[in-house]
């Protein structure tokens, strides 16, 4: 029993299988199956076997398919994707499956324009992913690692246009003169590399997902859920059709699996963000923290309402918001104070210009034009400092990014020297 | 631009026609087209499959019969037509080349 990597070829890469399948046939080994994309094959006498592959798109009735090769003589063996193997005894001398240069060609044609299909979707994504980027896809791991995914998606994208347009060529030129010249066993490794590297990249994006569970987001947990209804859902729906001819039954649990889908999703956002919502409400925070405090401004304030809420992520790994307002004497105190923490100064510069273009943004949006004032000051004993609409003060020290809202001017001397203790 | 193409018969396309005058099924149509072409047309399993799919859509063949899962087609009145002017095309074209051997 001699096991070969078998999985990654790309539809156009049919021929190569048949070549590399008759290339081990000769060297006296033929294949038993295909199964989690390793190849098992069996010892025999050399060349008793010749290999054929096909490659199918929109076919059908796929029994009908088989059985049409089968009568013919071509043993069906295996798919791998779209590829279809079948084999027959050299000594049955079967012509191949494609004795048409111009049918072969068309046929390997489709797939080419899959991908470009697919390509222009990605692309697409890509686009709303980065129209929609600002500083708070950093906040959260689930954040970065959508972008790391959709990276990886534009990346892998390009790489497979080109190889796939290289390899259309290649192809063509071997149905043209049946000669060939590829060492097998260096594009197999060179396809278990790039499985490895698939397969790293989605734990990356797993493990960032699940420690943003871990650290209480909601989002992450939704979006686990959905992957993994998805996911299941699939795999159902491909049991089934591959176990009932029954077409109606196939299109019932489609439906029920979307309309199941479509409901689940709001329902499941909802329930979550309730939960996080009852978390978050009256937290009492510890005295001196590095945020504002309604007893900062007036020394026996008795807080009414508080709110907090933190995120973390590789890039920031500390940001929170938190938010105070007491009632003394019909007297109303309100403060709030939002924190970031980069992991160096480049991710704080970055989460500051992001602050600050989101306001401008919204202040566009608005169209009141002196709602936010802004200006630069060095009133702060900071690295920058910019003022909104006198109240609220965007800070940059170091590596860390504060957002501080007091009562009252936050340019006068008693506001600035509550903020520069918080920043202290 | 399979419709284009089928304005004219390739080699293929006129010999499994051809085979198709009687019901046959596709083993059959396959030694039936080397038959009739003395060995000189070979067409292979996918090829074949393709054709008769196609054929079948044009409906220039038709399902005559199935048995034991195997698909028996028939060529329509259409096909009919459609051979007898690729015969004519085809011969008026040697007619036409007569003259290269008559010197």
Redesign the interface.
């Known amino acids: 029993m001699k096991k070969i990597y078998f999985g990654g070829f790309s539809s156009i890469e049919y021929k190569l299988v048949e070549l590399y399948l008759n290339e081990l046939s000769s060297n006296g080994f033929y294949m038993e199956k295909v199964k989690f994309g390793i190849g098992y094959f069996l010892e025999c006498e050399k060349d008793k076997y010749i290999y054929c592959t096909d490659v199918i798109f929109n076919i059908k009735d796929i029994d009908d398919y088989k059985n049409f090769y089968e009568d013919i003589g071509w043993n069906f063996v295996c798919s791998i994707g779209n590829i279809q193997v079948f084999r027959s005894e050299k000594e049955k001398n079967l012509p191949p499956i494609h004795t048409d240069k111009n049918i072969e060609k068309d046929l390997i044609k489709t797939s080419i324009k899959n991908n470009l299909i697919s390509f222009i979707t990605i692309i697409i994504i890509a686009i709303l992913t980065f129209i929609n980027m600002d500083y708070t896809t950093i906040l959260e791991n689930i954040g970065l690692a959508s972008l790391i995914i959709v990276l990886f998606g534009i990346f892998n994208s390009i790489f497979i246009n080109i190889y796939e347009y290289r390899e259309y060529k290649y192809i063509c030129k071997i149905i043209d003169n049946k000669e060939y010249s590829k060492n097998f066993k260096n594009m197999v490794t060179v396809k278990r590399y790039l499985k490895i590297l698939y397969i790293l990249i989605i734990f990356i994006a797993i493990t960032l997902f699940l420690s943003d569970i871990f650290n209480g987001s909601t989002v992450a947990l939704v979006m686990i859920i959905f992957i993994a209804y998805m996911f299941i859902g699939g795999f159902i729906l491909s049991v089934i059709k591959s176990n009932s001819k029954n077409k109606i039954k196939f299109i019932i649990f489609s439906i029920i699996f979307i309309i199941g889908g479509m409901a689940i999703t709001p329902f499941a956002i909802m329930t979550m963000s309730s939960l996080n919502f009852n978390k978050s409400e009256n937290i009492i925070m510890a005295e001196g923290g590095r945020y504002a405090k309604c007893s900062d401004i007036f020394n026996n304030a008795t807080v009414k309402n508080s709110r907090y809420s933190e995120k973390s992520s590789i890039l920031v790994p500390k940001s929170f918001d938190y938010y105070e307002i007491s009632k003394d004497d019909d007297v109303v105190i309100s403060v709030r104070t939002e924190y970031f923490m980069g992991i160096n100064n480049s991710i704080a510069v970055y989460i500051f210009n992001g602050y600050v273009d989101n306001l401008k943004q919204k202040n566009d949006n608005r169209q009141y034009e002196n709602i936010y004032k802004l200006e630069k000051t060095d009133l702060f004993n900071c690295d920058k400092a910019i003022i909104i609409d006198d109240e609220t003060v965007i800070l940059l020290k170091n590596n860390e990014v504060f957002v501080i809202e007091l009562e009252g001017d936050i340019t006068s001397p008693e506001n600035i020297n509550i903020c520069e203790k918080i920043i202290e | 631009m399979a419709r284009e193409q089928l304005q004219t018969l ?1 080699e ?1 396309m006129y010999y499994i026609l051809l085979s198709l005058i009687e019901p046959r ?3 059959d149509i ?1 030694t039936k087209v080397s038959e009739l072409s003395k060995g000189r047309v ?10 008769l799919s196609r054929f079948e859509k044009e409906e220039i063949i038709y399902l005559y019969a199935e048995e034991k ?3 028996i087609y028939l060529i329509t009145q259409k096909g009919m037509n459609m051979l007898k002017d690729e015969y004519i095309r085809l011969k008026n074209m040697v007619a036409d080349g007569d003259f290269l051997f008559k010197k």
């Open positions: 390739s293929p099924h596709g083993y396959m070979v067409v292979g399993a996918g090829t074949l499959y393709t054709l899962r195997r698909k």
